[in-house]
């Protein structure tokens, strides 16, 4: 810890928080965090030589864990070459053929550099091809910090207790209507009200950014029909659940095309990419066809690029049977545990996503993940870390699985989820 705790204090100085994205800084569970020195597989190790095994994974981008060979091939290649040009290459091709091969909803995507500015992105192109304004987000999706979307948010946002964000004019945030996942009769509401004005719904289709959070059944079919009788644009944030649920994400899963997509994490296989497309009549409504600017210096940058690469083509149908068999394995054991233990909490889990809420009985929304108990969980963090796993340090991110993960790793993450809950 000495290290940790050293960087941990020259970086407060320089750095605010001392970290670069805030839920790093262990605020909710309390703690100095970890700085890592290096991954291997479903492991890493910190500057003060602990190794644990790893269920964050980068907040979901390594499906193959770390150091990837292909992907550290990959990455390594296309350095050689030349690591950013600012014109076309011939890696952007491909993997829009990738996207585009998966997605059947997707005509036309573009690259970008971050899950945010996708996001951010597709609200615009929305806004363009509808030629309405407005938006319905659902209380706790996290769409990166993009100010419109800052309203009600998941992740970090709601980790901090400030789901809408300070610095973000209430102007910005106006033409933003916030529903409760799960709740169609809300959204129905919305567009019967004020229809006319809404350009698009935005939705994980599966939560990651409240914990782990599932659409009951029809709730996405209820929110495509819907979208589509009021002439607004379905967006299917699968930041998160892109490549990682199936290949062609909850879209492969549920057969429901949505008008825009948002990709982004398992992309770049770890390497800063993301991307949105949709339909051509949308997506041709950006620069340089149509009128809605949007642009960036390293989008379909060459190394992120083949990062990507090489971990969609490392991606095939097997993968999400282990990945699938590995998470429903950890759900039984750990569920068994707190049954073991008479501990009251849920756990929910979409294929190799999972959180652990305490203290509720069932989590279908914002509402019932802001009633879990965050001290328990911070307590259940410390008691896994000081058995060697690396939990996300919040109650409001969700934990993944990769398939450099095994049995091995289940198996301890459970015994150590006894034990941790055994000494409390
Ligand atoms: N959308 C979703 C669903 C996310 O989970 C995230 C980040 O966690 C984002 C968008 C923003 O992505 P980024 O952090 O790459 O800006």
Request: hydrophobic fraction near 45%; proline fraction near 5%.
């Given at each position: ?9 020259e ?21 100095c965090p ?7 597989g479903?492991?890493?190790?910190d500057?003060?030589g ?20 292909s992907?550290?091939?990959?990455v390594q290649?296309a ?16 993997l829009?053929?990738?996207i585009?091969?998966?997605y059947?909803s997707i ?5 970008v550099?971050?899950?945010t500015?996708?996001?951010?992105s597709?609200?615009?192109?929305a ?10 987000k659902?209380a706790?999706c ?19 207790g400030?789901?809408d964000?300070e ?7 106006a033409?933003?209507?916030v529903?409760?996942f799960?709740?169609?009769g809300?959204?129905?509401g919305?567009?019967?009200?004020y229809?006319?004005e809404?350009g698009?719904v ?7 950014n ?8 029809g709730f ?17 944030d ?7 649920l ?10 429901i095309?949505a ?19 949709g ?13 809605a600017?949007?642009?960036g210096t390293?989008s379909?940058?060459p190394?992120a690029?083949?990062a ?6 490392d991606?095939?149908?097997?993968s ?8 429903a394995?950890l ?7 707190l049954r073991?233990?008479?501990?009251q ?10 959180t652990i809420?305490?203290?509720?009985e069932r989590?279908?929304n914002?509402?019932?993940a ?13 008691g896994?870390?000081e058995r060697?796993f ?26 150590a ?8």
């Open positions: 810890m000495k290290r940790s705790e050293k960087l941990f204090a970086a407060r100085r320089i750095i605010p928080g001392g970290v670069n994205s805030p839920v790093r800084a262990w605020k909710s569970v309390g703690g970890r700085f890592i020195s290096r991954g291997q479903a492991r890493i190790t500057v003060d602990r190794s644990y095994v790893d269920m964050v994974c980068s907040w979901g981008p390594l499906i193959f864990g770390h150091a990837h060979p992907v550290v091939r990959a290649e350095a050689s070459r030349g690591v950013s040009f600012g014109a076309p290459t011939p890696g952007e091709v491909e829009a053929r990738e585009t091969g998966v059947p005509e036309k995507v573009r690259l550099s971050s899950g500015e996708a996001a951010m597709a609200i615009r192109v806004r363009a091809f509808t030629g309405k304004p407005g938006i319905v659902f706790g996290y769409h990166g910090h993009v100010d419109a979307l800052l309203v009600r948010a998941g992740s970090g946002a709601a980790t901090f400030t789901p964000s610095g973000v004019p209430e102007a910005f945030v033409l933003t209507r529903a409760q799960n709740d169609l809300e959204v129905e919305f567009l019967r009200s229809g006319r809404i698009a935005i939705v994980e289709p599966v939560v990651g409240m914990g782990v959070v599932l659409p009951r059944a996405l079919e209820g929110l495509r029909e819907l979208t589509r009788r009021t002439g607004t644009l379905l967006i299917f699968e930041v998160i659940t892109g490549f990682r199936a290949k062609g994400g909850v879209q492969e899963l549920t057969g095309a008008d825009l997509t948002c990709l982004g994490k398992i992309l770049g296989g770890g390497l800063p990419v993301a991307a949105f497309g339909r051509s009549e949308i997506m041709d409504k950006l620069s340089p066809i149509g009128g600017y949007q642009a390293l379909g940058n190394l690029v083949a990507g690469l090489a971990t969609l083509r991606l095939g149908p097997k999400y049977v282990r990945l699938e068999a590995l998470g394995r759900e039984e054991k750990i569920r068994r545990v073991d233990r008479r501990v909490a849920v756990l929910n889990r979409a294929g190799s996503m999972w809420f305490f203290g509720v989590v279908r914002f509402a019932e802001s009633a879990a108990d965050t001290q328990s969980y911070a307590r259940f963090f410390h896994m870390l060697g690396y939990l996300p340090p919040s109650q409001f991110e969700a934990a993944f699985l990769s398939l450099a993960h095994g049995e091995a790793e289940v198996d301890g993450a459970a015994d989820a006894a034990e941790a809950l055994g000494s409390r």
